[in-house]
């Protein structure tokens, strides 16, 4: 039990099962439109005159500016839409490269629990849990002189503990099951079993560790921009929302609402997903 | 016990070693901060040495160690006040910050959790849980700042300050700490309520509690006696793990936008100047209170369930 | 049923919050003037009061030789600690000043039993002498430097206190001599900065660095306490007893009648118990915090300027505020400018004379390209002073109607002069612009970005760098890796020189000329006025130097804040940032004791 075809045959019933979830499928569907807009964005096709000025400041939603327009003239709707790319576009690499990262060391750690390798990367796991994150960022963001992939990296460099941390456990826990034992009387060296074996069963535990980072990464990505040490040359939405917190105060909502309605959005698509993915992964055990 | 002690030595030589490297050696330079209006190139050599930057890494790292074992952080280069001086005004008031909204977010996601356990799947759940949702959905800083509009200003029902901290008594404490612990609470609020759901759902489903409930044993009984003690294993992990980070940088939103003198503004504060003596304080106190948390969670575990011990 | 509790406890802790409200700082019934600033000051040691904020606050707890009048306008020098303005030689070279008899420093356990002694000539010297001593890291020393006899050799000697200098001494406890090498009509004014303010010896060796959260003066306020968000001071009880004139401080009754200022007459400053200075630098919260009557002084900021304004010219307040809140709109003792980097050859000075030319243009192409209405609108709501040049609005050299060719916009000509330079897209080079992470700053080159774009400039080759500190920003322009140098100058003194010396040659970066501007022409010009006081002559050779620079481009130049005040109308003063700064402070008096309102 728990070879290949067996993952092949739960998975697909968790996807049957998932399908029926409607607050899920509800969630997909927002993500899917986002992904689609931030599309059409990198394509040039939407959301290109998000840096052009013009002389009408502050103006209302009109037909020229579906959104209204900001301080300097600049067309809200074009400037949440480049927003939405770039959530995405933060939200997607960190994402992938925390997993990445997070999935190798967490494997080599539980293959090899208790070994000094284990060791090594359970304390460099230590060692960033224990720096305060906003000192981190801030720090990288200093280190590598305010360059755009800082706030990536940071965000990388402290995510991926997480995942590692549930990779050894369900390894640790894996590896005492007969298939593996199977596997290694064979004499199949211990990195394949690893990845070709036992990471398959952990798949749904990913996709949902997946979901989860996104959301965090977006909004972490709105406090680093804030705080001004995330975005600085383009728009995020915590740009905009930076912007905003001065502005609402006189009045001008235009840059608050389109910001945070649209994050909101985004995180509740990501976290309906990761519900419908969490229920129906706790329940795969009645189906076998 | 001593071998947990033991394994707190390389975590700090890492926390400080890595801490250092980025902040106080390829962070920002600051002297320039402190250079006047026309400075000559002397001037600036000047300030370097005396900010320290010309000697070695080496040099500069040892340093640091001995004032990490000594605890004794010199004079902020910003303000020339101590930086113990600054920790001790700093910390109470952070600590006074945050811990309200700390713990009634903890128990209030307790409460939640444990009702939704228990009404499992029933309509209160689902309410619950869309609205956990909702608020992990929302960000902290939209929170802030339309809690701020609705509290604390003419165009809301401007019942709070807006800033600042003058706490001398209870009173003037509740005033001061409402609007953030109302922010924080609700920031918190739905994550912490899914997570403790989730460890009351787990010990729920065992046999022996749905045994419990079937013979009638009142939810009081079987959730506190039973229930709660069982799961006290993660839910302790979490909030233990959850304070250092509580401390210091939970605080840093809070703390700048309600102008809050705590110690998340001002180590932000110093990591924007390059106060190098303010940094590698707070820096080596989150190492050493990360230390210290760790061995009082392993303490706790042996207390609470023998059976930790072997694993 | 517990979360019931739960719920009423929050609500019974929300209800007492509520009532909590009307506390106060002091407990008993103490008259405290709550002022805001727009951002905190670092050290508080007169030596190194670089900011203006620090100056505010030093200038409160120690005291100089001078200082302005507190009424008139423009400001005039005032004795402070000296008793007259100074007695100078003919040649212009000896300077001799007499100080108050009988001055106290506060009591503090550095000096001798605990108790303040009396302050003499010897410590003025040795405030001055701690400029030069790196031990300080003092900031202050350009304005003295190779200007004193003998200050700077005392530097090179190894900055031994107890080693006499020529050109500074104390004659006697009273009287102090000043020998310059050359005419330098602008000191005294340098004596009315927090830089030249008098520290006890005694003080500076107990607290070495610490002496920036310790400050041990003689001014009319003493420091209570501080954080990072606020700075508490007291009366000082022993201030010297000096009445107030109206007449004298320059009192216009026409222009200043409305703010009840004449109760001072004859009664002896600082009027008040307690000062209280509130640094927020987020406009919202700051203008919040006036609102609600937390604090009874506001500098505006610029984005409250809609709802705070009902007509831009002339510059009116809207009625309901009116009712509540004297208002002061004000011009910035400064001004903001753009340098462009002359030192970098892609676009300053380069060897080759044919491409020399073509940056000439260039750079002439990118200042018809801004848009100096757009951004006073946007940035500064229209009411700041866009004026050609480098010779600001309230400078007596200031002429109004002046060719305004240098700040009009012209699109068509910026073209042109890149069209027939050989200026193409391809060719032309990639422009960094540098900023701090703030979001104003980022919108301001978002706008500057647009400006160029409009002229033919591709955008990805204007890029901003970013940078997370002034400190940063400013070494990184200083080493000459930033092209747009977006920058501001405050005046030190009302004396059109301290700009002039902007675009001196031998002020190049890293001193204040940070477009390393460098005309020999300029330089000499320069040179030559440089010990004449304000006169004819010289202000016809200022207008002169003005026009050199505007000839060659090399700043995008400039524009003056209009500032507005707004205050307590039960708070009788005149505020001010600039010139006077803090000075206005130990002035200030209030009727009813402290404000809470509602």
């Known amino acids: ?288 | 016990m001593t071998r947990r002690l033991l394994y707190g030595i390389p975590l700090m030589l890492g926390v400080t070693l890595v801490s250092f490297m980025l902040m106080v050696y390829f962070g920002p330079d600051q002297t320039y901060e402190l250079l006047g209006k026309n400075p000559t190139a002397q001037q600036i050599t000047e300030v370097r040495h005396s900010l320290g930057y010309d000697r070695s890494f080496v040099v500069r790292y040892v340093g640091y160690l001995k004032e990490v074992v000594t605890l004794n952080f010199g004079l902020s280069a910003s303000s020339g006040e101590s930086v113990t001086d600054i920790l001790k005004r700093t910390l109470p008031v952070s600590l006074a910050l945050i811990l309200p909204g700390f713990v009634l977010g903890n128990l209030l996601g307790l409460g939640f959790g444990m009702l939704t356990a228990w009404y499992r799947g029933g309509w209160l759940d689902k309410w619950v849980m869309t609205a956990s949702v909702v608020g992990m959905s929302v960000s902290f800083l939209v929170i802030i700042i339309v809690l701020q509009v609705l509290l604390c200003t003419p165009y809301g029902l401007n019942m709070f300050p807006v800033r600042g901290w003058q706490v001398h008594d209870i009173g003037s404490w509740l005033y001061y700490v409402s609007v953030p612990t109302l922010a924080l609470v609700l920031v918190t609020l739905g994550y912490n309520t899914r997570f403790y759901r989730a460890v009351m759902v787990e010990e729920i489903e065992r046999d022996h509690i749905r045994t419990a409930r079937i013979y009638g044993a009142s939810p009081f009984s079987i959730m506190f006696r039973h229930v709660l003690k069982n799961s006290l294993v993660p839910i302790l992990t979490r909030v233990m793990y959850s304070i250092p980070f509580v401390v210091v940088s939970g605080s840093l939103l809070l703390e700048s936008y309600f102008g809050i003198p705590g110690v998340g503004l001002v180590t932000f504060n110093a990591i924007t100047s390059g106060d190098q003596p303010v940094l590698k304080a707070v820096v080596s106190l989150t190492g050493i209170l990360f230390v210290l948390v760790m061995l009082v969670t392993d303490i706790f575990y042996k207390w609470v369930d023998p059976r930790m011990l072997r694993s | 049923m517990h979360k019931l509790f739960l719920l009423i406890f929050i609500m019974a802790c929300l209800l007492l919050g509520a009532c909590g409200k009307g506390d106060d700082v002091a407990q008993a019934p103490l008259k405290t003037y709550r002022h805001s600033m727009d951002h905190a000051p670092g050290s508080l040691d007169p030596a190194q009061t670089s900011s203006i904020y620090a100056n505010f606050i030093v200038v409160n707890l120690y005291d100089t030789l001078y200082r302005y009048k507190y009424l008139a306008r423009p400001y005039q020098l005032e004795p402070n600690l000296a008793t007259t303005l100074p007695v100078v030689s003919d040649d212009g070279l000896r300077l001799t000043i007499a100080i108050r008899k009988g001055v106290y420093f506060i009591d503090d356990p550095a000096f001798e039993g605990g108790k303040g002694r009396e302050i003499k000539a010897a410590d003025f010297v040795y405030s001055i002498k701690r400029h030069f001593d790196p031990e300080t890291r003092a900031q202050g020393a350009w304005l003295w430097q190779g200007r004193i006899e003998g200050l700077d050799d005392w530097q090179t000697q190894g900055s031994d206190y107890d080693q006499q200098i020529s050109g500074l001494r104390a004659i006697d406890d009273y009287n102090i001599e000043i020998t310059l090498t050359r005419p330098f009509p602008q000191l005294v004014h340098t004596f009315t900065q927090g830089y030249s303010a008098i520290v006890p010896r005694e003080a500076v060796e107990e607290y070495g660095q610490g002496l920036g959260n310790h400050p041990v003066g003689s001014g009319p306020f003493k420091f209570s306490s501080r954080n990072s968000s606020h700075a508490i001071m007291a009366k000082n009880e022993d201030f010297r007893k000096v009445p107030f004139d109206l007449e004298h401080e320059g009192y216009n009754a026409a222009t200043q009648g409305n703010l009840g200022l004449e109760s001072l007459q004859g009664r002896y400053p600082p009027f008040i118990d307690q000062l209280v200075i509130e640094f927020i630098s987020e406009g919202a919260a700051r203008w919040n915090s006036f609102s609600a009557g937390e604090v009874q002084f506001i500098k505006v900021p610029v984005v409250n300027f809609e709802n705070v304004l009902s007509s831009v010219s002339p510059i009116t307040l809207r009625p309901e505020l009116a009712d509540r809140y004297h208002f002061d709109a004000t011009p910035e003792a400064g001004f903001i400018y753009t340098n462009i980097n002359m030192a970098d050859e892609t676009i300053g000075y380069n060897e080759d004379e044919d491409r020399n030319q073509r940056n000439h243009a260039l750079r002439c192409a990118i200042v018809k390209a801004f848009d100096w209405k757009k951004n006073n609108d946007v940035f500064f709501h229209g009411i700041g002073q866009v004026f050609p040049g480098i010779i600001p609005p309230f400078s007596s050299e200031f002429q109004a109607d002046a060719n305004q060719d240098y700040i009009e916009r012209d699109v068509e000509g910026a073209r042109e002069l890149l069209q027939q330079n050989g200026w193409n897209s391809e060719n032309l080079p990639k422009i960094t612009y540098g900023i701090t992470n703030t979001v104003t700053e980022k919108q301001v080159f978002e706008q500057l970005r647009s400006f160029l774009t409009e002229i033919g400039y591709p955008p990805e080759k204007i890029s901003p760098l970013i940078f997370a500190s002034f400190g940063d920003y400013y070494r990184a322009y200083s080493q000459g890796k930033v092209t747009l140098i977006n920058t501001s100058w405050t005046m030190d003194y009302p004396d059109a020189e301290n700009t002039m010396q902007l675009f001196y040659g031998p002020n190049a970066s890293p001193g204040a000329n940070s477009s390393s501007f460098n005309s020999p022409e300029y330089n000499r010009l320069y040179e030559a006025t440089s010990g004449m006081a304000e006169s004819p002559e010289r202000t016809r050779i200022y207008r002169q130097m003005n026009q050199i620079v505007m000839d060659e481009c090399p700043s995008i130049t400039g524009i003056t804040r209009t500032m507005l005040f707004l205050w307590d109308k039960n708070v009788h003063m005149l505020p001010d940032r600039s010139f006077l700064g803090g000075y206005f402070m130990r002035f200030v008096d209030m009727t009813a004791g402290d404000v809470t309102t509602q």
Not at chain 1, 41 to 65: N, P, R
Not at chain 1, 164 to 176: F, G, H, S, Y
Not at chain 1, 200 to 225: D, G, M, R
Request: hydrophobic share 55%; net charge neutral; charged share 10%.
């Open chain 1, 1 to 288: 039990m728990g070879g290949p075809t067996d993952v092949a045959v739960v998975n697909a019933a968790l996807w049957h099962r998932f399908s029926k979830d409607r607050f899920g499928i509800s969630g997909l569907l927002i993500i899917v439109i986002f992904a689609i807009l931030s599309l059409c964005v990198w394509f040039g096709i939407l959301g290109q005159g998000w840096a052009q000025t013009s002389g009408s400041y502050w103006a209302s939603a009109s037909m020229e500016h579906w959104f209204g327009t900001n301080r300097l003239g600049q067309d809200i709707l074009d400037r949440t839409l480049v927003g939405a790319a770039t959530a995405l576009e933060v939200g997607f690499s960190v994402t992938l490269f925390s997993i990445l990262l997070g999935v190798v060391l967490g494997a080599i750690s539980g293959w090899r629990s208790h070994s000094w390798l284990d060791e090594i990367i359970l304390w460099a796991m230590g060692v960033l849990d224990s720096i305060p994150f906003y000192l981190f960022a801030a720090a990288l963001a200093f280190a590598m002189r305010g360059q755009y992939f800082a706030m990536h990296l940071a965000m990388i460099l402290t995510f991926w503990t997480t995942t590692a941390r549930i990779i050894r456990a369900e390894v640790m826990r894996l590896k005492q099951r007969e298939f593996v034992e199977a596997a290694r009387a064979i004499g199949l060296p211990g990195m394949t079993i690893v990845f070709r074996h036992i990471l398959p069963n952990t798949v749904h535990i990913l996709l949902v560790q997946a979901t989860i980072i996104f959301v965090v990464a977006i909004k972490t990505e709105v406090i680093l921009s804030f705080l001004g040490l995330g975005v600085s040359n383009g728009v995020s939405w915590g740009l905009m929302l930076a912007e905003s917190s001065q502005e609402v105060l006189t009045g001008h909502f235009g840059n608050f609402l389109a910001a945070s309605l649209s994050l909101f959005a985004l995180l509740m698509g990501f976290n309906l997903l990761t519900d419908a993915l969490q229920d129906a992964f706790d329940n795969r055990g009645k189906i076998v």
